[in-house]
């Protein structure tokens, strides 16, 4: 019958609890890191947070709210047409053409609206 060998049994009982130990680390490092951000927490579970209704079709804007919409979309396109490389003229007339044709669609009578 073969001796028992206690230093050996001990020595990876220890191994084992480092490695159990490493992967609870490691676990709980990646896992619970990953619901804060910058050394802040985040929101607890079931936190309520309250949003402003925002309207989500355009039968359900204002008219100023739909001028706003078109003005920051005309604003935008002069933006990109600038950054191509489009002169200033050139950028007007396609935010103007943007704005039209937003204005269009907007005053269209929607499919979906229908079935209010």
């Known amino acids: 019958m073969k001796k028992l060998r206690w230093r050996r049994i001990i020595v990876l009982f220890i191994v084992l609890l480092l490695v159990i130990a490493g992967l609870w680390w490691t676990y709980s490092y990646f896992?619970?890191?990953?619901?804060?951000?910058?050394?802040?927490?985040?929101?607890p579970e079931g936190a309520a947070i309250s949003l402003p209704k925002v309207p989500l079709t355009p039968s359900d804007m204002t008219e100023a709210q739909k001028r706003d919409v078109i003005n920051k979309l005309m604003e935008d396109a002069k933006a990109a047409a600038l950054k191509s490389?489009?002169?200033?003229?050139?950028?007007?007339?396609?935010?103007?053409?943007?704005?039209?044709?937003?204005?269009?669609?907007?005053?269209?009578?929607?499919?979906?609206?229908?079935?209010?």
Do not use: H, I, Y
């Open 31 to 43: 896992m619970n890191g990953k619901s804060q951000s910058n050394g802040e927490k985040a929101l």
């Open 85 to 116: 490389g489009q002169s200033e003229e050139q950028a007007e007339k396609f935010a103007r053409d943007a704005g039209e044709v937003a204005r269009q669609a907007m005053n269209r009578p929607s499919t979906v609206d229908g079935d209010k």
